[in-house]
């Protein structure tokens, strides 16, 4: 019987879904079948046998979405363990990246019975153009600092790659 993951995230210009299926890849490279989707489109945690969780953070917090999906399956997490990743920082600096761990250390607190397997923070995409609303109301500002942030996107994709084998590796230990 082939092992399965779901690769549940939370996106809103796309950046995090791009990551969450260079995980998929890696996990399918790995011999595991991924289930890749938004978390707005996963009615069922039963059956998979290991959870992947992805968000970006959004001046420190996660989106919605990402809420709304641990309310609505919170009697499962007591006893599974997922696997965490976060698209935070903008920039190479080790104390953005702290930062961004700290904030998502913060979100992930709001759910005592949440105790993830791991917490994996990735560098990030930001284009003040692809801001989501209500974001992308300050680019209506004349002069507001935010319009001035050069785009970049930080992602590095073999460690993506990388952490995504190892989780292969991890529950293919424990099958």
Same mark, same amino acid.
């Not at 004349?142 to 084998?165: H, Q, T």
């Given at each position: 019987?082939? *092992?399965?993951?779901?690769?549940? /995230? @939370?996106? !809103?210009?796309?950046?995090? =879904?791009?990551?969450?299926? @260079? ?10 079948? &991924?289930?890749?989707?938004?978390? %707005? ?8 046998? @290991?959870? *992947? ?9 996660f989106p !919605? ?13 007591? =006893?599974?363990?997922?696997?965490? #990743? ?17 904030? =998502?250390?913060?979100q992930l607190? %709001?759910? %005592?019975?949440?105790? &993830? ?17 209500? /974001?992308?109301?300050?680019? %209506?500002?004349?002069? #507001? ?9 930080? !992602?590095?994709?073999? @460690?993506i790659k990388?952490?995504?084998?190892? *989780? ?8």
């Amino acid at each position: 019987m082939p *092992i399965t993951v779901l690769v549940a /995230y @939370a996106t !809103r210009s796309g950046s995090t =879904a791009e990551v969450a299926k @260079a995980i998929g890849a890696s996990l399918r490279e790995a011999g595991i079948t &991924p289930q890749v989707r938004p978390m %707005r489109q996963v009615e069922s945690l039963q059956g998979p046998g @290991a959870v *992947i969780l992805g968000a970006p953070l959004y001046i420190g917090r996660f989106p !919605r979405e990402f809420h709304q999906f641990m309310v609505r399956h919170h009697h499962v997490f007591a =006893a599974i363990h997922p696997w965490c #990743f976060v698209l935070g920082p903008a920039r190479v600096e080790a104390a953005d990246f702290e930062m961004a761990r700290k904030q =998502a250390e913060k979100q992930l607190a %709001r759910y %005592r019975w949440l105790h &993830p397997a791991e917490l994996q923070i990735f560098g990030g995409k930001y284009d003040v153009k692809n801001l989501p609303y209500p /974001y992308s109301l300050v680019l %209506r500002i004349p002069f #507001f600092p935010v319009n001035k942030i050069p785009p970049s996107d930080i !992602r590095d994709w073999a @460690a993506i790659k990388e952490w995504g084998l190892g *989780i292969a590796r991890q529950v293919k230990h424990a099958a």
